[in-house]
């Protein structure tokens, strides 16, 4: 087994690849960041990392270390939340967020119920954007975020929200004046294209490759937020799959929004990592179910 203090060398080391930097975090010596790396490389047999005057870089060994380690280390800091959270209750502070308009009277209606039931945890509650939602839950500056789904690598409770899909085109668009349109329409007009941080399986959802029936969809100009995103729209550079809500929501002059008849509902709901489902996340995710209401399927 490893000790606890070579995971800890090991993996600031890993972040920082500067044994001055890594002690200094770890109120250490350089002394002894190097030794507690040597002892582990005894243990294994080989280098983690190579070293010069210049620089430290990670070995391919180190690498596949890191990669195992990380999920371990992250799977036993909750599961200590979670039994820290079970002794003291929901206590202490939740940060929740919202991403697009649609969403936030569920959530706020989740936070108002949780507030009730819990007065004990404080809640703050901010607004990510699609180019920083990912990264927001990843480095842990939020902990449950309600937005859509399918969003990868991500945990998820129940469908809070469902509704219809419609495109979204520009206002003199030839589209515009229908009453529906199929998704086949898509491989006749590029779509705009959702920014590169969003997740693979969200994108493949609302901006797919190919139509149903197999023809290739012509890829448009990216925005980096939903507004930027239905600018391009009614510039007409594109056309582009959105949920109902965004007539309420964003209503424009410049664009129109046509009903999908052949496409499934957008679903919405609360999502957080993986791993991390401690009581107050738990126990927010109820408090949003039970808020939802007549929002829900």
């Not at 309420?248 to 791993?275: F, S, T």
Request: hydrophobic share 40%; aromatic share 6%; charged share 25%.
């Amino acid at each position: 087994m490893l000790e606890r203090l070579e995971i800890e060398v090991f993996l600031v080391l890993v972040e920082e690849l500067h044994f001055g930097r890594t002690a200094e975090r770890l109120n250490l010596t350089t002394g002894r960041v190097s030794q507690v790396v040597k002892k582990l490389e005894r243990r294994i047999g080989g280098p983690l990392f190579e070293r010069t005057s210049r620089s430290v870089r990670l070995t391919a060994v180190g690498r596949q270390l890191a990669d195992d380690l990380v999920p371990v280390v992250e799977a036993m800091a909750a599961a200590l939340r979670r039994a820290e959270d079970a002794v003291r209750g929901v206590t202490g502070e939740l940060r929740v967020a919202f991403l697009g308009e649609w969403t936030a009277p569920v959530l706020l209606r989740a936070v108002a119920l949780f507030g009730e039931r819990h007065p004990d945890c404080r809640v703050d509650v901010r607004e990510v954007q699609l180019s920083n939602s990912r990264a927001s839950l990843v480095d842990g500056s939020i902990d449950v975020l309600i937005a859509s789904y399918p969003f990868d690598g991500m945990a998820r409770g129940p469908v809070l929200v469902s509704e219809q899909r419609v495109l979204a085109v520009a206002a003199g668009h030839p589209l515009a004046a229908e009453r529906s349109v199929s998704l086949e329409v898509l491989a006749d007009h590029p779509v705009v294209q959702y920014p590169d941080e969003t997740s693979v399986g969200f994108k493949r959802d609302r901006t797919p490759d190919r139509t149903p029936s197999g023809r290739p969809v012509p890829k448009g100009p990216s925005g980096r937020t939903f507004s930027e995103m239905l600018s391009l729209v009614a510039l007409g550079r594109g056309v582009l799959p959105v949920g109902e809500h965004s007539r309420r929501y964003y209503p424009r002059p410049d664009i129109a929004y046509v009903p999908i008849h052949d496409a499934p509902p957008i679903e919405r709901g609360p999502i957080w990592r993986e791993g991390d489902g401690s009581a107050r996340v738990l126990a927010f995710v109820r408090a949003a179910v039970d808020a939802a209401g007549g929002d829900r399927v």
